[in-house]
């Protein structure tokens, strides 16, 4: 069956639907808005994701469901767009010009200085508010880790945060009003045809199913796959690479799939870490702080668990994890289908077991035994928006009699790619968990990793911190009281 | 139509807590910064092209792959340069435009392209070939001193008392030494400027700059043309903090020399990146110092030398590195003091103004020297300080020579002290450290006193332009600029004040140089000081004539003439201000005036290390506690309490952002803003990937943050009110005391942990890791 082609990307920009036959495959949102729309209300900071001042909504149908999620203008390409609503500032005064709830707040609270970053704030409290009109302080930093303000210190921000509420009712907001008609606006835009633009190098291929893509990409193997593009953005942004053709999976429903089989969780590999949180915490509750450092919340909501897995990068948040409950990553080839323990995926720096043409289709992570203690430990410079420098995941199988029965620890930051230290497995398995193991265990970290040095840490600190991370695994597993710091546990 | 209601106060006094006078602009995203600006047709683009090495001979450079690009209108070279090749803020010549024969550190703008497009322009700079021949080179500042590098400008010594005697008699001595790294300012709006080419040889550049006089003087200098060809304008800056003071320079140069060049109007802006790769940061310093104390802690001698990375040139390195000097003291008396700068070259970035301005580096080594003298006592930090406070006759005299006439420290410290029940929270946070294991706290009280005055004599002066309409709105212009700081706001607040009108009839109009001459950066804090007065100066005049008027008009004495809230009372009349004023243009009046004020009192001899440097000293303190972890070395800032001075506040709330915004900078300074070079001498931090600014949940888990609201300012400032803009920075030196006394809970508090900064998790782990194996011997 021969798949019909569209040769333009459609999507709403505020209320005006914009359909463009033009767009380059490296074109990115901010670009579009700002030197296209003229809209420069949307401002550029960093242009790697980072800072939050080009901060959009963009609202999406899922499921017939309208959802707007706050993404990063600057490394979110326009043909990733296709059938989605981007919400500017712009946007948001009323038609008499008054100021939004969320912009009156800001105003009465001081809550602006130099006023550059301010937009991307407001951008980010908006999305925040419509989903939780009563946000506490842990929902307003964690909406707010992927906003860089230089000027306030944030105080006026948060206390603008909690006063929204007071200002208007966000029942009556217009996204949540108009949310019927633009469901069915979008709904329209939605189709089962493959969008094309352009040819060669600069080709920009949008397909409309997982088997279309695994088409696409059995006929164009040298493509680059973009599904978050939270770091293939920076390539285009910072490297200036040159990408093209690429392939979208912004519109492949198949692959925001998160499912049970079995004993098993199954994320397609287009699942955002937004998407996939409820449903892993659910099963691994140990997961919740990792999960919500991960980059900043724009960063959560445009990147895919399938897609940090697929970079292969040695630092990627998720792949220690990964490694520590035993996942198999399942790889697609044209109709062809493998799975591959997760750990022998990372091949090699920048190398991964990745034929060109293959693509990750879904990740499937198996429970955790009854007797499994787990843990995942992230450190970095700077607690939140920051990558790691140490990851560490620990999963150890103690039996009735008090030895360890199964141990699996992996690391990232430790070496080239994401990776088990299979001496202190070793150590450990056969051991009484206690204390002395644990020291013991400790000193073979050495054996298993060479950590670098760069700006992130020193080798001494990486190996340093591993090991005692093992310590307070052991500690915290056991139940000693105050093992780690908890920002929230502190009152306000 | 014409019923009067005399009103009992006016909207927008000074005192009066008013929003940012562009708040709601920001918000809605309709206030413009240059990037926002529309282009005219025709407008080109032009980015900069860095070197790939630190310190390199250029032995060839070919760009005919960058000319060859579609859209590519041109590469700009020195040669290119039709007058100076040189933006040197210090005078010496040392600060190209664009490298000739050698680069000097690694980000050294060699050249520009030209082009249809910003990003034709960028992409085609990246195609430049440039052979090289590597130079030795040096990003450290002890490698430096020790491969003998120069300095890059005078050093300055401060001596007070006699160093050897005052040693001899102190019955404790003790070294040290201390690393202070530098910080990104990481303002959000990045550098950006945008010209356009006027007659003959005229040229007007919008720039992102804190100082559109020295950019306008620079541009002529580069373009070899007077300043009376250039105008420079500003509305307002995304952030500035110090680092648009001359780094703006080479931007608005380049982006002049090509508008003139190809007659068209040309745009700059650099990646974020190219950004912090290319311009200058705050100098990271070495501390060295000796000390002697008595048994009480009472310092006797202080003997220290601070050594700066400055970079490449001399920037603003001198007045820098003085004002370190001047900040060694913090608020104590040195009975017997030598302080001695060391401004040394190295292969960077050419280091430059930040929020402070030397005087944090200062300060943290001073606070340093005080930890030093309370862990070897096994005394409170803060019992040290308090010891040590300057006090009366006898003991109030700074290492410069000046004497401190206004000290409120000791109140603002008792003050703080009761509020944030330090005491019972310190032996709270001794019993909690004895008990747990893993999870260590540390709490400091730590106090400010910042000098406030440009130490260059000359800055200390504004200049500000009133027009009154006939319709009785008001226009006012100064020489200062916004960046967010809320000066526009304050100025106009001055300006209703006098005219006795309501705010919304003041419009504050974007800085150019073409309405205020010869202005100083809005920097030093000095911003609504100096503008301020200017201002109200110019109101001042104009309403010397309205009085006349009013006096001749209606047949009083001019002491029966008063300004009431949006009227004019003359004896027994009383008329509403925009009658007035049409009155008075109908009689001729002349209806606006150029305002003018200088900074009285101070004097500056360098030579001498002596002298009034500060007009005043602002004030304010600060108690942090905090949590380490010392399995990793994570930490969170629990609680901050903060009382800050500034004065009779001219608008709280703009001051206590003020206050809160700076506190959080300096946090960041002191923890998790880490500069990395590698061996090749490349800054490895040059995003907000890589380099980490505070977000907003590393703020502190409670933050109670206080005006001294019974500050006066002692001398005659605008409306008795103090700088904010600059002080509460070195709050948050509590910070940084607060997880060394952390630390050194692990060795029970008998070593000083010298914690270097910014203190990472990394340093502080390595600092708990290195304090047990000593504890243990």
């Keep these: ?492 | 139509m014409n019923s009067i209601q005399p009103m009992s106060r006016i909207r927008g006094a000074v005192h009066e807590t008013l929003p940012h006078e562009s708040g709601h602009k920001h918000v809605a995203g309709t206030a413009e910064y240059i990037d926002d600006m529309p282009e005219p047709i025709g407008t080109l683009h032009a980015y900069l092209g860095l070197s790939q090495r630190a310190h390199a001979e250029i032995v060839s450079i070919d760009l005919a792959a960058i000319a060859a690009c579609e859209g590519v209108v041109g590469v700009l070279t020195a040669d290119d340069i039709p007058g100076h090749n040189d933006v040197s803020p210090a005078g010496k010549n040392d600060d190209p435009v664009f490298a000739v024969g050698k680069v000097e550190f690694h980000g050294q703008p060699v050249f520009a392209v030209i082009a249809e497009s910003r990003q034709i322009a960028r992409q085609a700079a990246a195609k430049a070939r440039i052979e090289y021949r590597d130079l030795d080179h040096v990003t450290d500042v002890l490698q430096a001193e020790s491969a003998n590098y120069p300095l890059v400008i005078d050093p300055l010594k401060l001596e007070r008392g006699d160093i050897d005697a005052g040693f001899a008699k102190a019955r404790n001595r003790l070294k040290g030494e201390m690393r202070i790294g530098g910080q990104d300012h990481f303002y959000l709006e990045g550098h950006i400027a945008f010209a356009i080419p006027g007659e003959d040889d005229e040229v007007t550049v919008f720039s992102s700059t804190q100082h559109p006089s020295e950019t306008q003087h620079m541009v002529g200098h580069v373009l070899g043309v007077p300043s009376n060809a250039v105008t420079v304008n500003v509305r307002r800056m995304g952030g500035g903090f110090g680092g648009k003071e001359t780094q703006a320079n080479l931007f608005a140069a380049v982006a002049a020399i090509a508008a003139k060049k190809y007659r068209r109007a040309v745009k700059i802006r650099p990646d974020r990146d190219d950004d912090m790769v290319a311009t200058g940061k705050r100098h990271d310093f070495h501390v060295a110092y000796e000390l002697g104390f008595d048994d009480e802690g009472r310092i006797e001698a202080v003997d220290a030398t601070y050594s700066a990375r400055c970079g490449f040139s001399a920037d603003l390195s001198g007045p820098v590195t003085d004002r370190a000097l001047f900040h060694a003291d913090n608020c104590y008396f040195y009975p017997h003091v030598r302080l001695r700068s060391r401004p040394l070259k190295t292969n960077t970035v050419s280091n430059t103004a930040f929020r402070g301005f030397g005087g944090p580096q200062g300060m943290v080594g001073g606070e340093r020297m005080i930890e030093e003298i309370a862990y070897a006592l096994g005394k409170d930090p803060l019992e040290i300080r308090k010891a040590n406070f300057y006090g009366g006759e006898g003991r109030n005299v700074t290492p410069y020579h000046q004497t401190v006439e206004d000290n409120i420290i000791a109140q603002i410290v008792k003050e703080l002290e009761e509020s944030s029940n330090y005491a019972a929270r310190r032996e709270a946070l001794l019993n909690f450290n004895h008990q747990s294991r893993i999870i260590r706290k540390g709490i400091a009280l730590t106090p400010v006193k910042f000098g406030v005055s440009f130490t260059k004599t000359e800055y200390n002066q504004a200049g500000a332009l009133v027009h009154v309409y006939a319709d009785g709105s008001i226009n006012l212009n100064h020489g200062g600029t916004e960046m967010g700081q809320g000066l526009y706001t304050k100025v106009a607040q001055v300006v209703a004040d006098e005219f006795q009108v309501d705010l919304d009839r003041i419009k504050v109009t974007a800085t150019t140089t073409a309405k205020v001459p010869n202005t100083s950066a809005t920097a030093a804090s000095s911003g609504s000081d100096l503008n301020g007065m200017a201002a109200a100066n110019a109101a001042q005049q104009i309403k010397a004539r309205l009085v006349e008027f009013a006096a001749e008009t209606y047949g009083v004495s001019k002491e029966q003439v008063f300004f009431e809230p949006n009227m004019v009372r003359a004896g027994a009349n009383l008329i509403a201000f925009a009658d007035f004023i049409k009155a008075a243009y109908g009689a001729r009046v002349q209806l606006s005036a150029a305002g003018f004020y200088k900074t009285p009192k101070i004097h500056w001899n360098r030579a001498e290390g002596r002298g009034r440097p500060f007009y005043y000293f602002a004030y304010g303190a600060s108690v942090s506690e905090v949590s380490i972890d010392t399995l990793t070395g994570e930490y969170q800032v629990d609680r901050t309490d903060i009382l800050h001075d500034v004065g009779r506040s001219l608008n709280p709330a703009l001051d206590l952002g003020q206050v809160e915004g700076a506190f959080v900078q300096g946090m960041g300074w002191l923890t998790t803003e880490e500069l990395w070079w590698d061996a090749k001498g490349r800054l490895c931090t040059h995003a907000p990937s890589t380099y980490k600014i505070p977000l907003a949940s590393d703020r502190p888990r409670q933050f109670n943050v206080n005006l001294a609201s019974w500050s006066v300012n002692r001398e005659a400032t605008i409306r008795r009110s103090k700088a904010v803009g600059e002080p509460p920075f070195m709050l948050a030196i509590s910070v940084l005391e607060a997880l060394s006394m952390a630390v050194a809970s692990v060795a029970d508090y008998r070593l000083s942990p010298r914690l270097d900064t910014p203190a990472t998790p990394e340093r502080v782990l390595m600092a708990v890791e290195r304090l047990r194996s000593a504890a243990q011997g």
């Design chain 1, 1 to 492: 069956m021969a798949t019909e082609i569209r040769n333009c990307v459609r999507f709403l920009l505020n209320d005006t639907l914009v359909e463009r036959t033009n767009v380059a495959a490296t074109e990115t949102l901010l670009d579009f808005l700002r030197l296209d729309r003229k809209l420069r209300g949307t401002k550029e900071g960093c242009a790697e994701g980072d800072c939050g001042a080009c901060t959009v909504l963009v609202g999406r149908l899922f499921g017939g469901k309208l959802k707007y999620e706050s993404v990063n203008a600057c490394i979110r390409f326009v043909g990733s767009l296709d059938g989605c609503h981007v919400v500017t500032v712009e946007a948001l005064a009323g038609k008499d010009g008054n100021l939004h709830p969320v912009q009156r707040a800001m105003v009465d609270t001081h809550a602006s200085q130099c006023g550059f970053c301010t937009p991307g704030f407001v951008m980010s409290l908006y999305g925040l508010w419509m989903q939780d009109p009563h946000p506490g302080v842990e929902a307003i930093e964690k909406a707010l880790q992927g906003n860089l303000c230089r000027c306030t210190g944030y105080a006026a921000i948060i206390r603008a945060a909690e006063s929204i509420s007071a200002v208007g009712d966000a029942r009556n907001d217009p996204l949540l009003s108009e949310r019927e008609e633009v469901t069915h606006k979008l709904s329209v835009l939605k189709d089962d045809r493959r969008v094309v633009i352009g040819d060669g190098r600069q080709q920009l291929i949008v397909p409309a199913t997982v088997d279309d893509f695994a088409g696409v990409l059995d006929a164009n193997p040298e493509a680059t796959i973009v599904a978050g593009s939270t770091d293939v953005g920076l390539w285009v942004t910072k490297f200036m690479r040159d990408i093209g053709p690429v392939v979208f999976l912004s519109r492949i429903d198949e692959l925001r799939q998160i499912s049970e089989d079995g004993n098993d969780l199954v994320l397609g590999a287009g699942v955002t870490y937004t998407e996939a949180y409820p449903t892993i915490i659910r099963h691994f509750p140990q997961l919740k702080e990792l999960w919500n450092r991960i980059g900043g919340e724009q960063v959560r909501n445009m990147g895919t668990v399938g897609g940090n897995v697929a970079n292969g990068s040695p630092i990627g948040d998720t792949p220690p994890a990964l490694i520590g409950l035993g996942a198999t990553v399942e790889l697609r080839k044209g109709s062809v289908r493998r799975s591959v323990p997760i750990e022998n995926y990372f091949i090699a720096y920048a190398k991964q077991d990745r034929v060109q043409g293959e693509f990750v289709e879904s990740i499937r992570i198996p429970r955790l035994a009854a007797n499994d203690l787990f843990a995942v430990y992230k450190i970095s410079k700077r607690l939140d928006e920051d990558i790691s420098s140490v990851c560490g995941a620990f999963r150890v199988r103690v039996d009735p009699q008090g030895r360890v029965e199964d141990a699996v620890i992996a690391f990232g930051g430790m070496a080239a790619t994401p990776k088990r230290a299979a001496g202190v497995e070793t150590a450990l398995i056969g051991a009484i968990w206690d204390e002395a193991c644990v020291e013991d265990a400790m000193q073979i970290f050495r054996n298993d990793f060479t950590p670098l040095t760069d700006w992130r840490a020193s080798a001494d600190y990486r190996m340093l911190t591993a090991k005692n991370l093992l310590r307070r695994f052991y500690l915290e597993t056991g139940g000693e009281n105050l093992v780690r710091l908890n920002r929230y546990a502190v009152a306000f």
